[in-house]
């Protein structure tokens, strides 16, 4: 069974921005410092960036890089806030796991 669309967004959202929360980045930085966690296509990034620029949870400025130019991504309070939701909803979907998931540890324990 595939997670849930919805919460998966939500998910990506926050990686994106998470990976921008120290220091303003761009797509491939942002792909590569993803990868040990989630495999994330240019494609669905790019989605991804211009959904949280929509939102104001970032901003974008474009600086020339050897010769070529390359968009820079800064997270902004909006996205900063967002990432601080996440984190209190996470706690909530931690104890609806540990709910869920009680029987199971009895079973196991027998």
Same mark, same amino acid.
């Given at each position: 069974m595939m997670m849930d669309v919805q919460l998966k967004r939500g998910l990506l959202d926050v990686c994106v921005l998470a990976a921008m929360k120290n220091e303003d980045s761009y797509g491939y930085k942002i792909i590569n410092d993803l990868k040990p966690y989630i495999a994330l296509s240019e494609s669905t990034l790019y989605t991804i960036l211009k959904r949280l620029e929509t939102a104001d949870m970032l901003t974008v400025r474009t600086c020339e890089h050897d010769g070529r130019l390359r968009k820079y991504y800064h997270i902004t309070a909006a996205g900063r806030k967002r990432m601080e939701e996440f984190k209190t909803e996470w706690k909530e979907? $931690?104890? $609806?796991?540990?709910?869920?998931?009680?029987?199971?540890?009895?079973?196991?324990?027998?």
């Open positions: 979907m $931690i104890l $609806i796991y540990q709910f869920v998931t009680k029987e199971d540890e009895r079973e196991e324990s027998r």
